[in-house]
């Protein structure tokens, strides 16, 4: 049986989808990985809160 998504699900899983993107793309193999890391940490923040925002009551 499908339901309908809610508007707060479709964002919630956006944000997940994203911080996927994020994290696959950092590869400790890469001698720039500590520097990539570093410089995708606030965008991953900026998700983080953004979920966050749907768990708590």
Known sequence: MNRQFT???MH???CLQEM???ISQLHITDETFLEDTK???SRLK???IELEK???E
């Open 7 to 9: 508007e707060e699900e």
């Open 12 to 14: 919630a899983a956006d």
């Open 20 to 22: 996927q993107r994020i």
């Open 39 to 41: 410089s995708q940490l």
């Open 46 to 48: 900026e998700l983080l």
């Open 54 to 56: 749907y768990t708590m």
